[in-house]
């Protein structure tokens, strides 16, 4: 190689040996490429980091001069737009992106993110397009386990029939049939028509009636033995199953073996907060499964029930479409990837003074060259029909650094001869600076914008660095109950419709933290869509299924065109911090904010430095498992920090938390034969220490960010593995 960086042997190889061959690239004009985008674009994004560091240390002083929190508001916002922090919110520009698939375009419907360094996941999140209603039903809490409907090792009937009812009422809703119930039915079938096919439901009698709406039959599918049937309401997908030789279908009405929901009809692959990815071997699994995704032929094998199983990516649904063309549907999510932010700098690559790259301009790189495969393979419909690339980036502090990556994913344009504004992106609203300059932000990068969303605990992490010096904020569950997060996750959604989002985009919200409380998450996450979001957040493929049946109920286009009318959420509420008194803190209160804080962060270090899992299901102080990444860690550490400031509590009242809290999480890990105890010795531990360290420097953490201790602690941690 002629390039002048030092590039990592793993890496290297990687990209001559797999990645350049897949996308039929030449080497040469690559790692030049690569040297020139990272030569050119270096200085802006450490001149945008230092604007940060700079604002950041202008709000500390205006904040220590003025301790308390009842400074002038007016005053503050006038010194913030004085400051170049807050930017004029009178002008909604409208985003002209173009070539968007229509799952992110003008589907509304559930949203996963799933960690793409683990093969196994990100393929189910993958499949996860479609799912069993049934399965979905008769497996979580929805149903209730009593009155004879417990699940148990086997087949429980009684059980069986709920699900069916549960199934039955969302059908009648969903797709009515004419004047009866879909249990009335005891046959279905269709009619060939001069005009095309027209779905018929059999009654008893020999009595036939069609659907309420006609449109809404989009074809079938059948074999010897079984036939589906296929339908959309709001845009998505169901599929009734008949097949009379299924253990459940041979007994039920009509034979209805199952209910099928277009579930995930998005899928983000983190390359971020949720993977653990701290050196080239690590980023190396990153991109490969990436470039698997995008090939078609990522594989997974694993262990299931004590017999090895090859998880492959699920093939396309083909049917007779009612108009009695073939139809043929994708069967896996659209699959958007989200790189990280500005901040992190990578070995992988050293420039020529020997510095460590910037991690996110070598993601925008990689990602995109391993997208590129997409319009290559064979044998299953291309990911983005519409042929573009879809990056979610996080971490953005204000429209100069979104205008940034507009530059940047330019220049990747560029050097692979795509089209410009190929490489679409996704504007994580999860900094305050970003926030309360949103329609700015959206405006720096309009011809690319795809994706806009709300992120609490991100956001609050950030609310809490911003504001650290201006006093004690408000125990977690209380700031939740602030006017400011109100107002900030309305201002997302009104931003959002202002700038035309609406039928070009998606607005979404965050994420349901809890995979096992799903009948929680089916009585409460409705309010996401009737809040104008067309997409949220999801733990799994299940709670993804669960969450579909919100989007039937909701029609976000309707409900977005009436939001368009409402006055605009209060920026002043989003400007004003989660503030207490100090003396509204009782003893009792401290103790056990600072339990759950230090529980929570302990229990997903632990798992973060010693094993490199970077999200996981993790027991809160109560046992009820969290699907925590990141972003929990920062909102955590960084309240103990702000607390520890302004001396609600005491170093020492500190360590003793976390050291009684290590043995509590070490208990909950007991059978986890790859856990590595805590408090068996704590100055040993690396990831004891680790946790420490968020908690004691996180002021001086840059926008309280917990990705620099953590990559500093596992590189440590593999060190000690591999001598």
């Not at 009648?172 to 119930?181: E, M, N, R, T």
């Not at 956001?459 to 700031?479: C, F, N, Y």
């Not at 103790?591 to 993790?618: F, H, M, P, T």
Request: net charge negative; proline share 4%.
């Amino acid at each position: 190689m002629a390039h002048k960086f030092n590039v990592d042997p793993v890496f290297q190889h990687f990209v001559e040996d797999e990645l350049l061959p897949a996308i039929g690239f030449d080497s040469g004009i690559f790692w030049s490429g690569v040297e020139a985008i990272i030569d050119d674009l270096t200085p802006a994004n450490r001149e945008l980091l230092q604007i940060r560091t700079d604002l950041q240390s202008k709000i500390d002083k205006w904040h220590k001069a003025r301790p308390g929190s009842d400074f002038d508001h007016a005053e503050y916002c006038e010194f913030l737009t004085n400051i170049g922090y807050l930017k004029p919110t009178d002008e909604f520009p409208t985003i002209e992106t173009n070539n968007v698939d229509a799952e992110i375009a003008e589907v509304a419907g559930p949203q996963l993110v799933v960690p793409v360094s683990n093969a196994r996941f990100a393929i189910n999140a993958a499949n996860a397009r479609w799912g069993s209603l049934y399965d979905a039903l008769y497996g979580t809490d929805v149903i209730a386990d009593d009155d004879g409907q417990e699940r148990g090792e086997g087949y429980n009937p009684t059980r069986g029939a709920a699900v069916i009812r549960h199934a039955t009422a969302f059908l009648d809703s969903a797709v009515p049939l004419d004047g009866i119930s879909h249990a009335d039915v005891n046959a279905y079938g269709v009619d060939h028509a001069r005009d095309g096919l027209r779905f018929v439901a059999s009654l008893a009698s020999g009595e036939t009636r069609g659907l309420a709406n006609s449109s809404q039959f989009c074809g079938y599918a059948d074999s010897d033995t079984s036939c589906r049937y296929l339908f959309k309401n709001n845009g998505l997908h169901i599929e009734i199953l008949i097949d009379p030789d299924h253990p459940i279908g041979r007994g039920a009405t009509a034979n209805v073996a199952d209910v099928i929901l277009e579930s995930a009809v998005t899928t983000i692959q983190d390359c971020e907060d949720s993977v653990a990815a701290v050196d080239a071997a690590d980023k190396v699994d990153v991109y490969r499964n990436w470039l698997g995704l995008m090939q078609g032929d990522l594989e997974a094998v694993f262990s299931k029930g004590g017999k090895p199983s090859t998880r492959r990516l699920a093939k396309d649904r083909i049917y007779k479409g009612a108009d009695g063309e073939a139809l043929v549907l994708s069967g896996r999510s659209l699959l958007l990837v989200r790189n990280v932010g500005h901040l992190m700098t990578t070995d992988v690559v050293l420039d020529r003074d020997g510095n460590e790259v910037f991690e996110g301009i070598l993601d925008a790189i990689m990602t995109t060259a391993c997208a590129m495969t997409d319009r290559r393979r064979d044998g299953l419909q291309a990911n983005s029909r519409a042929g573009s690339i879809y990056i979610v980036k996080p971490k953005m502090h204000g429209p100069d650094e979104v205008a940034f990556t507009d530059t940047l994913f330019g220049r990747v344009e560029q050097l692979f001869e795509l089209q410009a504004d190929t490489i679409k992106v996704g504007i994580m609203d999860e900094e305050r600076r970003t926030t309360v300059n949103l329609p700015a932000c959206i405006g720096a990068a309009k011809n690319r914008v795809v994706f806009i969303n709300t992120g609490f605990l991100d956001r609050t992490g950030d609310e809490i660095h911003t504001s650290m010096q201006a006093g004690p904020v408000l125990p977690k569950e209380a700031i939740k109950r602030e006017p400011w997060i109100t107002a900030y996750e309305d201002w997302n959604v009104d931003i959002g419709i202002r700038c035309g989002l609406p039928g070009k985009a998606q607005i979404g919200k965050g994420m349901w933290p809890k995979p096992d409380e799903m009948r929680q998450m089916v009585e409460t996450k409705q309010a996401h869509p009737k809040a104008g979001a067309n997409c949220a957040w999801v733990p799994s493929p299940t709670a993804a299924t669960l969450h579909a049946m919100h989007y039937h109920a909701v029609d976000v286009r309707k409900v977005q065109k009436k939001l368009a009318k409402r006055k605009l959420a209060s920026l002043d509420d989003i400007l004003t911090p989660p503030l207490i008194s100090t003396e509204k803190l009782t003893a009792e209160m401290i103790q056990k904010e600072l339990d759950n804080n230090a529980q929570g962060i302990l229990g997903y270090v632990v798992r973060w430095i010693d094993q490199g899992v970077g999200c996981s299901k993790v027991p809160d102080i109560d046992d009820v498992g969290l699907m925590e990444d990141r972003a929990t860690l920062r909102i955590s550490s960084q309240h103990i920090a702000n607390w520890l400031l302004h001396k609600v509590t005491t170093k020492k009242q500190v360590l003793e938390t976390l050291q009684r809290m290590a043995e509590i999480v070490d208990k909950q890990n007991a059978d986890d034969t790859f856990y590595t105890p805590m408090s068996g010795d704590f100055t040993s531990s690396i990831a004891f220490q680790a946790a420490c360290a968020l908690v004691f420097e996180g002021v001086d953490q840059p926008s309280g960010y917990t990705e620099p201790l953590l990559h500093q602690y596992r590189r440590k941690k593999k060190a000690q593995l591999a001598g």
